[in-house]
Each structure stands twice: as structure tokens, then as C-alpha cells.
């Protein structure tokens, strides 16, 4: 589609206080973050080089503010998803969905069977038990959560989570708080004589969110109704000339509009980036002041246990559940988040997939009879089942809990009892993220530079930000293949 982009009949967008009601889509996305980057890689990479490498997660913070902030510019002003926006791009062959969705089927089931891993670690503290039983037992928690239900319900649920998170995982950092001039050696940019690439590139694909995550914004963003219905009108310049002049002041009106939806969006995505940046930092120092002096690096299924084991012989047995609280809520919130979030990505991309294919073989067919028109002249069978498969295959709803089911819970479970060690199941899946996160840039911004108008696409500081998250996550991704 080469026509420029914007929504129609907006609604007014929130002003004051009304717009505390919408940025609940931080939250969740906040909670979908800090889970596996921020509990298990941030406390590895603290223990290893200190505050050598704050400086990279400042920075690659503010990119992901950029990014995220990106995504859900183009679902504000358009009322389509990312992956329709993906779509626009590749036309007719859909290159850029396969391009995205088969190396994030992959990510979806090694990140939900690490972070379960990982949970079910933390638990075997509090209760030994089996380990196998543990994880497995909260994917199917966290499973049933999302088929039950509704989106509201579980940014309710993980905004209580959020809160949580951040009162138990600051307060714990507070505790050790390191002296400041140590803080501030590690913000001046600098890479130790022994880093070792391959143990950090995990760690920055998990900064906060990776690929999947920066693309799940757009849909929590799309969920909450940011700009009102989805629908989008033709650029001005196709109007008939002696239309413009009312469509020129109606195009003005409605940007100005969209910008002040903007607006609110933005600061849901800096909520977002902030709550996780400062838990992340919160785990950086935990790391750094509690394992680094030990010689301890966390590895294995006990990794949970060199954490809190330390905490117990500063604070006592209450310091010691104090932080086993403060993971139990990361991983929980981690793996409700990811196959909702999993869930959508799939769905969408399934629907947008199957439509080409659909009217290809004539299975979408106008002729088809209505339920009541059905009842006075019965379907033949091959009508029915052309009826039956169309209406599975454009079903956003059930293909959700499809995917939810498949690849937020069988899967990963599978894929848990082939590994069970969550360092290594999780460094496969920061390892994918870190690669995929460009190729999301790059498709973002080309998107967002040729499709949306000049009122409302990025200016140069925004794209300039995007080319160098891009470029920076590229180079990692670079390294690694050529160091395989």
C-alpha cells in the first residue's frame, strides 16, 4: 500500500489525571522485561566486571525507549498492528513476517522453558521439592491466566506484580548500595581487557525486552485502544481537489489529536523503560556487591540460591525471602506476559499469512450463506468445510489460546526436560533476541519513514536514535556469527 496513513473519527484522547488509566501497557510491558534479562543475566554479568558495562545498559535503554516508542507510533496513528505494518512493506510475498515469526517461535519456547526453569529453581528454596514439577507447574498456571482471562485482567494482575517487583528489588539494592564514585566509573564508557563477548551478548539481547518484546508494545498499546477504532484513511493528496480544503482542515485537526495520543503513549513507554531500568540496575548491584566479592558467578539450576544465600548472611532469614519474593514475581509476571504477548504476535501474523492463501483457493467466498440462509438451503459438505477452516484460520481469539497452549506451554515444557538449566536454555534465547533486534529496527523505522505523514512520522533525532540502535545491536550479531 503505497497511500500514507492515519486513523479517522479519533476520539479525544486522555487529558490530567484521566490518562493514569492508560498506561497500564508499561506496566505489562515492564513486567514482560526485567524477568530473565534483569534476574538472571544482569546479576551474572555484576558478579563478573562490576559496573564495568552500566554505561552499555544506560544506553541501551534509551534505545529501547526509542524502539518501543516507535512501534506503538506506527499502531497510534494507523490503528494497525506492527505485523499489518510488516505486511505493507513486503506486499503480496509477506517476506518480512517469516522473516520475523520463525526465529520468534523459537525465541517464544526456550524464554518461557528458561524463565519456568529458572522459577522453579527460586521455588526449590522456599520448598524442596521436585524441580521438573515445579516449572512445569507454572507454565500451566500462567497458562490458564491467559485463556481465562481478559487483557484487562492480566494488566491488572501484573500491575500489582509491577509494584511489588519494584518496592522488593529497590529496597534490596538500597541495602548494599555501593559507594557513588564506583556507580559513576562504571558510566564512562570503557570494556574490560577480559570481556568475553559471548557471555555478554545474552545480557544485551535481554535488556529490558528483546525482539519479541519491543514488537509486543504495538499490541498491548493496540489491546488498551490507544486512538479508538482501528481504522485508517487515505492520505489528503488522494482527495479530489474540490475536497481538500475541508480534508486539509479535518487532516490538521486529527493530527493534532494523534499527537496528543502520541504523547500519552510515549510516557507509557518511559514508564515501561524506567520501572525496568531501575529494577536492572537494582540486580546490577545486588550482583556486584553480593556475588562479585564471593568469586561467585550464578550458573545451573541453583543459580536462585547464589543470590539468596548471600542476602541471608547480610539481613537474615527475612532478607533471604525477601529477594526469593522479589524473583518469584520477575519469572511469574515473565511467563503470564510472554505467552500473552506470544500469543497476539502469532495470532496476528497467522491471519495476516492465511488471507492470500485463503482467497488463492477460493476459500473465502462471498456466496457463502449466512447461519440463517444456511438453515432454509443446508451447505454442501465442501462448503462447510471451506466455512469451517476460514472461520479457524481468521480467528484471532482462538488462534491466541492455540498459540498460547502450543508455544507458551507444551513446547517450552518439552523443551525444559531436554535442558533443564536455565543459564543455558536462556542464553539461547538472549542470543536470538540480540540477533533479531535489528532486523525489528530496521523494518520500524523504513516503516514508519515511508507510511506514516510528515506531521506525525519520527523527526531526525528519533531516526538518528534508531540507525544507532540498530547498528549497535547489528555489530553484536555480526561478532557472534563470525565467532561461531
Known amino acids: 500500500m503505497a497511500e500514507k496513513q492515519r486513523r479517522k473519527d479519533l476520539p479525544e484522547a486522555p487529558k490530567g489525571k484521566d490518562r493514569l488509566k492508560w498506561y497500564g501497557p508499561g506496566l505489562l510491558w515492564m513486567i514482560s522485561a526485567v524477568g530473565s534479562g534483569s534476574v538472571l543475566f544482569t546479576p551474572r554479568v555484576g558478579a563478573r566486571y562490576g559496573y564495568e558495562f552500566l554505561w552499555m545498559a544506560l544506553i541501551f ?231 562479585r566479592p564471593e568469586g561467585t558467578i550464578p550458573e545451573g539450576i541453583t543459580v536462585a540460591e547464589d543470590l539468596t544465600k548471600l542476602l541471608s548472611g547480610i539481613w537474615g532469614e527475612a532478607g533471604r525471602w525477601f529477594l526469593i519474593v522479589g524473583i518469584m514475581i520477575a519469572l511469574l509476571g515473565t511467563i503470564l506476559s510472554n505467552q500473552d504477548g506470544y500469543g497476539r504476535m502469532f495470532a496476528d501474523g497467522t491471519v495476516i499469512l492465511a488471507m492470500p492463501f485463503l482467497k488463492k483457493k477460493e476459500m473465502i467466498d462471498p456466496e457463502i450463506p449466512s447461519a440463517a440462509e444456511e438453515e432454509a438451503e443446508p451447505l454442501g459438505e465442501q462448503s462447510k468445510f471451506r466455512k469451517k477452516t476460514t472461520s479457524i484460520l481468521l480467528n484471532k481469539k482462538l488462534l491466541r489460546l492455540f498459540y498460547a497452549i502450543v508455544f507458551g506451554a507444551v513446547l517450552p515444557i518439552a523443551a525444559f526436560f531436554m535442558v533443564k538449566d536455565p543459564v543455558h536454555i536462556l542464553s539461547i534465547a538472549g542470543t536470538i533476541a540480540a540477533v533479531h533486534t535489528p532486523v525489528v529496527v530496521f523494518l520500524t523505522l523504513h516503516l514508519n519513514r515511508t507510511r506514516l505523514p510528515a506531521p506525525v512520522k519520527p523527526g531526525k533525532f528519533i531516526t538518528g536514535a534508531m540507525w544507532l540502535s540498530g547498528i549497535s545491536y547489528a555489530a553484536f550479531a555480526i561478532y557472534h556469527f563470525t565467532t561461531l
Do not use: H
Open 61 to 291: 535503554m534509551f534505545f529501547m525507549w526509542v524502539m518501543i516508542r516507535e512501534v506503538g507510533r506506527y499502531t497510534v496513528v494507523t490503528g494497525n498492528t506492527i505485523f499489518e505494518g510488516y505486511r505493507d512493506i513486503s506486499g503480496s510475498s509477506n517476506w518480512t513476517l517469516y522473516f520475523i515469526l520463525i526465529p520468534q517461535m523459537v525465541a517464544a519456547v526456550v524464554t518461557i522453558a528458561g524463565i519456568a526453569a529458572l522459577a522453579g529453581s527460586t521455588l526449590m528454596i522456599a520448598v524442596p521439592w521436585a524441580y521438573e514439577i515445579y516449572a512445569t507447574g507454572l507454565i500451566l498456571l500462567c497458562l490458564v491466566l491467559v485463556i481465562t482471562g481478559t487483557y484487562i485482567v492480566i494488566e491488572r494482575v501484573t500491575s500489582v506484580l509491577a509494584a511489588l517487583l519494584v518496592t522488593v528489588v529497590i529496597v534490596s539494592a538500597i541495602m548494599v548500595f555501593p559507594d557513588s564514585s564506583d556507580l559513576i566509573s562504571g558510566i564512562l564508557p570503557s570494556f574490560p581487557e577480559d570481556t568475553d563477548v559471548e557471555f555478554v551478548i545474552p545480557w544485551v539481547g535481554f535488556i529490558l525486552a528483546g525482539a519479541s518484546g519491543i514488537m509486543w508494545f504495538s499490541y498491548w498499546v493496540s489491546a488498551r485502544g490507544y486512538g479508538g477504532d482501528l481504522t485508517a484513511l487515505e492520505d489528503v493528496k488522494t482527495i479530489e481537489p474540490k475536497e481538500r480544503k475541508n480534508e486539509y482542515k479535518s487532516a490538521k485537526e486529527d493530527y493534532k489529536e494523534l499527537k496528543s495520543w502520541f504523547s500519552t503513549m510515549s510516557v507509557t513507554a518511559a514508564i515501561g523503560v524506567v520501572g525496568g531500568g531501575l529494577i536492572l540496575i537494582s540486580f546490577l548491584i545486588l550482583g556486584t556487591e553480593l556475588l
